[in-house]
Antibody, heavy 119, light 108 residues
């Protein structure tokens, strides 16, 4: 059974930094692209970032490019999201998601971790 | 960037009724990369349909997807109490991923 467990969320001040982690199990982690998707309070789902199987390709939404960095550790079946220069509008539940294959849509999701940016 | 527009924003129906949800893309979307998700408050989103019309593992056959090009549809043939939720369409293309804004299916 695929399991994705996010951690690292919390309260941070505007301009601050936070690192999210996603522990993956139940599948061959290195064979699949991975992504982060967020949902701000009262809003819909928003794609944040994706990473290829061997970290060779990374993509970001326009709203986080230059501030967030996605990475993965295939040896430890983990996905990360380093978030810098956080803004109020980054407040959201952040979900870790597994791609259907190397790329594509997302077939499994974690339960999410809440990030609150507020002074 | 491909914008997905879902309609209606809210669908008020009774259990047993048929639900038809629309997703329109601002440019042609590969059917291979058009998916639908169900999302309930406090839960992880759940993949329902991928490749525009293929049901994901364990998804009941009352859920069906259709469409191509720029127009896609999710149909729930007979609503069960557990189907009242928010539904999102989703596409991947050109190294970018986008979601529609969602359709809320609520109990009438």
């Amino acid at each position: 059974e695929v399991q994705l467990v996010e951690s690292g969320g919390g309260l941070v001040q505007p301009g601050g930094s936070l690192r999210l982690s996603c522990a993956a199990s139940g599948f061959t982690f290195s064979d699949y692209g991975m992504a982060w998707v967020r949902q701000a309070p009262g809003k819909g789902l928003e794609w944040v970032s994706s990473i290829g199987t061997s970290s060779g390709a990374m993509y970001y939404s326009y709203s986080v490019r230059g501030r967030f960095t996605i990475s993965r550790d295939n040896a430890n079946n983990s996905l990360y999201l380093q978030m810098n220069s956080l803004r109020d509008e980054d407040t959201a539940v952040y979900y870790c998601a597994k791609c259907f294959s190397a790329w594509g849509n997302f077939d499994d999701w974690g339960q999410g971790t809440l990030v609150t940016v507020s002074s | 960037e491909t914008v997905l527009t879902q309609s209606p924003g809210t669908l008020s129906l009774s259990p047993g009724e048929r639900a038809t949800l629309s997703c329109r893309a601002s440019q042609t979307v590969s059917s291979s990369y058009l998916a639908w998700y169900q999302h309930k408050l406090g839960q992880a989103p759940r993949l329902l349909i991928y490749g525009a019309s293929s049901r994901a593992t364990g998804i009941p056959d009352r859920f069906s997807g259709s469409g191509s090009g720029t127009d896609f549809t999710l149909t729930i043939s007979r609503l069960e109490p557990e189907d009242f939720a928010v539904y999102y369409c989703h596409q991947y293309g050109g190294s970018r991923w986008t979601f529609g804004q969602g359709t809320k299916v609520e109990i009438k």
